[in-house]
């Protein structure tokens, strides 16, 4: 048994743990306790916002863009030497930025991966993947591109849901939202001011009290099994 088995059965232990579980998919039970995974961005306002509108919409496709510099990510560190940059050490844009896959399903249930293209295209000294685009499906027939870069000097972050009623747009980076109907009419909506550790403290306060939105080992194993038909896509 592995140390991550024999910790995650420990008995009757809340067990909080980074995203993503693994950095290739196993297969593993938990017996004996309740298990999070760090899948953060559940507690922005804005995506909890959207789980709501997006309720009675007749949604036929979802774009996904999460685009930044990996030099820029972190001051104390030359981004060479972050273990985003090894492919061995778990880096690259699939497990890092795992994050849009995982709030993805949550708010749009299962997702089934069509095609992929997983590579590392850029001028970044790296041997992790710095690109990421993934087609496939959510339930309904939903249609889904999402694509994750390393590379873009431009950072987005957003979601464009386009429905038969209106197209959504979420932007993370801005935090708003912008909504136009098929008649033209735009409504928007923006959060001022969003502490940087807000998601943080109430991923961690859910976790510790109502677990009402954490991401539990099995959705975070949902996430794995979708990162697993990727890296089987580009071998």
Not at 95 to 117: A, C, R
Request: glycine share 4%; proline share 1%.
């Amino acid at each position: 048994m592995s140390y991550i088995e024999k910790l995650f059965n420990l008995k009757d232990k809340v067990i909080f743990t980074e995203k993503p579980l693994f950095d290739h998919f196993q297969a593993m039970e938990i017996k004996n306790n309740k298990v999070f995974v760090g899948y953060v961005l559940r507690f922005h306002p804005l995506i909890q916002k959207i789980k709501e509108i997006i309720k009675n919409e007749d949604i036929y496709f979802v774009e996904v863009n999460c685009n930044s510099y990996l030099p820029n990510w972190r001051n104390n560190i030359d981004y060479k030497d972050s273990y985003s940059s090894h492919k061995n050490r778990g880096g690259g844009v699939l497990l890092d930025l795992s994050h849009e896959l995982d709030y993805i399903m949550w708010l749009f249930g299962e997702l089934k991966v069509d095609h992929s293209f997983q590579s590392k295209i850029s001028e970044l000294e790296i041997d992790s993947d710095d690109i990421n685009i993934i087609n496939g499906k959510l339930v309904n027939d939903i249609k889904i591109n999402i694509t994750l870069g390393y590379f873009s000097k431009i950072s987005r972050r957003d979601i464009f849901i386009h429905s038969k009623n209106k197209t959504i747009k979420i932007d993370l980076i801005n935090n708003n939202v912008e909504t136009v109907d098929i008649s033209g009419s735009k409504e928007q909506y923006e959060i001022d001011n969003l502490e940087r550790n807000f998601m943080f403290k109430a991923m961690h306060n859910d976790i510790l009290n109502d677990k009402e939105f954490a991401c539990t080992f099995e959705e975070g194993m949902e996430t794995m099994k979708v990162i697993n038909t990727i890296q089987e896509q580009n071998v």
